[in-house]
């Protein structure tokens, strides 16, 4: 589905995930989190980075290996993204829902 | 007729969602003891509460000296395709539980006092069931520290109030 996003022409999945990585920028990551009602600050940043760097590396992603990511613990990162942090940081940072159970 | 005017006039109504999960942990089986963590971390990991009551021999699974000692059971159980009288050789619950370990691994489960590190860290919350505490006479310190307290099962009901809760007796 294409649609516009700050500004942007981006196509999202029927999840409402971006299906290119290269699409994504701050400003559609601000309007994706507010959608999930996140409001990004300075914290949010580097965990997002992260989540695309693994994402690129082709690591599935878990809680457990963002928690020992050394960039945000468990604990922060379910503060950070409340109400299912992995789902909503992976939509936010542009990338695909995780299929993790874990 | 009137049936067709009632299924017109009917308003969508979304499904609700589930709210909150009370799992109940009664065995100290290493499956049983992953399926029910793994259900309350998937809750949290949906935005969903999850709490968890440990009761008979699911406290062997908060108890600081069993935590690392939990077996799979490789008599009495079918799906492990082995002979019962093979099962029961001494040394085959151990050899069975670190086969299973080091698949788990290998899909980032972590072990058991990690994944309770875990639960409690993503909100889920712990409670120890006091009449199998006074029956096992076990103490507030043989428990890991994650245990918030220690309450009956009228106390668990009680936090089991709520529209969408769920409760699973594993």
């Not at chain 2, 008979?56 to 082995?82: R, S, W, Y």
């Not at chain 2, 619950?93 to 972590?110: G, H, V």
Request: proline share 4%; net charge negative; charged share 25%.
């Amino acid at each position: 589905m294409e649609t516009t996003i700050a500004g942007k022409q981006v196509k999202l999945n029927e999840q409402g995930y971006l299906t290119d990585l290269n699409e994504w920028n701050r400003d559609v990551a601000a309007a994706l989190a507010a959608e999930e009602g996140v409001e990004l600050g300075e914290e949010h940043w580097p965990v997002l980075e992260y989540l695309q760097s693994q994402h690129k590396q082709e690591v599935p992603l878990t809680i457990r290996n963002v928690g020992k990511s050394g960039i945000v613990d468990i604990k922060g990162f379910y503060a950070l993204f409340p109400g299912g942090p992995l789902k909503k940081a992976s939509r936010i940072a542009g990338i695909p829902k995780p299929a993790s159970c874990i | 007729m009137e049936t067709q005017e009632l299924e017109q006039n009917a308003v969508k109504v979304e499904p609700a969602k589930v709210k909150k999960m009370m799992l109940i942990l009664s065995k100290a089986t290493i499956d049983n003891v992953y399926a029910c963590f793994i259900l309350a971390n998937g809750a949290r990991m949906e935005g969903i509460e999850a709490e968890i009551f440990f009761t008979f021999f699911g406290l062997e699974a908060v108890q600081k000296k069993k935590i690392d000692h939990l077996h799979v059971a490789t008599v009495g159980n079918p799906a492990m395709h082995i002979p019962t009288l093979l099962g029961g050789l001494p040394g085959m619950e151990s050899f069975a539980t670190n086969m299973m370990k080091k698949e788990m691994e290998k899909l980032d489960i972590p072990p058991v006092g990690e994944f309770i590190e875990i639960l409690e860290a993503s909100g889920a919350k712990l409670w120890a069931c006091k009449l199998a505490m006074d029956m096992f006479h076990l103490k507030r310190e043989d428990l890991v520290d994650e245990i918030a307290d220690i309450i009956t099962v009228g106390d668990f009901y009680e936090k089991a109030s709520g529209e969408n809760t769920h409760l699973l007796f594993i």
